[in-house]
């Protein structure tokens, strides 16, 4: 199933369905049938996303029906949507049972489904071409790196040196322990100046040949 647009989702802006919370919440109960509202909040505690769900389950498996609406991407308007989920569970090598929830697309099992904006049902992440990615899998070889070097200025609880030079050191660390950290930072640095490098080279500048 190809994303709207034709560009790579975020794993982080789509709304995660994690069924092993909603059994440690008791939204889901093994021999039950429960009905509720499930929830999504923000880091503030508001709510952005919610959800009606009825669940009949039996000792191994069960069904999970979810009432939403969701927004359309090509016209914008919300439209009802019902999904309903198969809940199956696998015995675990020191006792009890493990619940997964089966992709309404790929039929494939996951403990988390995830909905994101102009998909209709929430699905495993494998369901959607091109794959999602996380957004930290995006970041360029370089600005990981400098992350790195930053991390590790913090490490030494240096406030002051930029990434042009090495770290300060810390009055109360030994020299050949301060040395290590100037050693790793320097071997960063180089690895940071070829990215630069290459990509210099990729635009035609003189000496930056790849």
Sequence with gaps: MSYPGGWRPHIESATCLDVRR????GALVPNCEMRGSWQWTNGDGEKVASVNYHATLTETAGLLVLDYTYRERDTGERQPETCRIALESLPCHYGGRRWYARCPYSLRLAVRLYKWNGIAQFCHR???????????????????????RWALRRKLGDEYSDLFG?????????????DRYAARD???AA??????????GRFGAPGFDE
């Design 22 to 25: 909603m059994l440690k919440l």
């Design 126 to 148: 494998d369901a959607i071409k091109p794959r999602p990615t996380y957004a930290s899998q995006r970041v360029s070889g370089a600005e990981r790196i400098m992350d790195q």
């Design 166 to 178: 090495q770290p300060f050191k810390p009055k109360w660390m030994r020299q050949r322990t301060f």
């Design 186 to 188: 320097a071997e960063l």
């Design 191 to 200: 690895r940071e100046f070829g990215h630069f490098a290459r990509l210099l």
